[in-house]
């Protein structure tokens, strides 16, 4: 009886064991790239069937034969595609459902997240995002995107008679230049197919130099796109992120009579924002300054803002994980028959946003960029 007992055993213990096995394979099935494992439902598209692509859409995706990967996609199937001509951002995609004319695959899809996509690891980009790996992609008459003798390696242009009012045969134009040397870490941690914690910090060194030049007075407000500019794609872990600039220039506010007024600042701004035990927190802005400035040519009174500054797009998969916008402004007032008759103040506004869309559950946060405004001088300064 012993025996048979011993035996009963050793069978129920190699069953229970087997069964284990199963359970584990089955938690861990997926296909494991870097520090990331995705999950078993995904299918990866590479040069191969991204030259099969007739047509895609964001509902659909239509492919003329099926090649290598193509015939593994089903319903539910969630698509890690790479770089092509009709896909310059790749795509993140989940599969809805799928028609097979023979000659023709429509596959309908909507947008996945990270969290569909991946089963555990730990996403990290790390960058500092220089002039040379940036691509021109639209630039203002009056702007010069090349070229340009700077301190700093980041993007920079240069503003020649860039014009930012116009009435009749009164005008105003901006000269100098602004640039912006972005440094950007972003590490997502997931696990069980759910964000666990994310980590963002930006650093900007900026530069906005500026000289508003009018013939007449002027009023209003007005925010010219000055250049757009779209980094390499940078590939990690089969995800793809692209970096894009967009750099702005601009006025609000009056001034009553003709102008002459210039102003630089050196900023470097940090901001670090944390998503963890389901929440946001953000560090207090970390935050320097220099400046220097050409006494204004004002007679009459003004009360006018100038500004200049980056909007940074994070995009994953072509869809924005993180939008950084700071934005450097002078402020000239006048008030005549005062003293001092003129004052220049400078200041920053901006947000760092961390977008949720891609993600999966949290929810967009935004951390405030903005600098109170200071004098920086005033007529009766030396």
């Avoid at 069937?49 to 319903?75: C, H, P, R, V, W």
Wanted: with cysteine.
């Amino acid at each position: 009886m012993k025996r048979k007992n011993i035996g009963t055993v050793t069978v129920l213990l190699i069953i229970l064991t087997f069964v284990s096995a199963c359970e584990r394979d089955e938690f861990n099935w997926g296909t494991k790239v870097g520090n990331i494992t995705y999950s078993g439902n995904v299918v990866f598209l590479g040069t191969s069937e991204l030259s099969l692509i007739k047509e895609i859409s964001g509902e659909q995706i239509i492919f003329t034969g099926e090649t290598g990967e193509i015939k593994n996609i089903a319903d539910k199937s969630i698509l890690v595609m790479g770089i092509s001509e009709k896909t310059p951002y790749g795509a993140l995609r989940k599969v809805t459902s799928i028609q097979n004319n023979n000659t023709e695959i429509v596959i309908a899809t909507d947008n996945a997240t990270l969290e569909e996509a991946i089963k555990e690891g730990t996403v990290n980009f790390q960058a500092k995002l220089l002039e040379k790996n940036f691509k021109l992609k639209f630039k203002t008459e009056g702007v010069i995107a090349s070229g340009v003798n700077k301190s700093f390696d980041g993007l920079a242009v240069t503003l020649d008679k860039f014009e930012i009012f116009k009435d009749g045969a009164r005008n105003a134009v901006l000269n100098g230049a602004v640039g912006i040397s972005p440094e950007i870490g972003l590490t997502i941690k997931i696990g069980s197919n759910k964000i666990s914690e994310i980590r963002v910090v930006t650093t900007l060194n900026k530069i906005d130099e500026l000289t508003i030049v009018s013939n007449g007075a002027l009023g209003g407000s007005n925010e010219v796109i000055a250049a757009e500019f779209i980094h390499s794609p940078v590939i990690i872990d089969s995800l793809i992120f692209v970096p894009e600039v967009t750099i702005s220039c601009g006025f609000q506010g009056t001034a009553s009579s003709e102008v002459t007024s210039g102003v630089r600042q050196d900023r470097s701004l940090t901001s670090k924002l944390t998503y963890s035990k389901s929440k946001w927190t953000e560090d207090q802005l970390i935050h320097n300054e220099s400046f220097d400035y050409i006494r204004p040519s004002v007679t009459e009174n003004s009360d006018l803002d100038v500004f200049s500054g980056p909007e940074i797009r994070i995009l994953l998969f072509g869809i924005p994980v993180q939008i950084v916008k700071a934005t450097g402004f002078y402020s000239l007032q006048v008030e005549k028959n005062a003293s001092p008759l003129w004052r220049l103040f400078i200041g920053n506004d901006g947000q760092n946003t961390a977008k949720a869309g891609i993600l999966g559950s949290p929810s967009d946060y935004t951390a405030n960029l903005d600098l109170e405004p200071s004098e920086i001088g005033n007529s009766n300064s030396k």
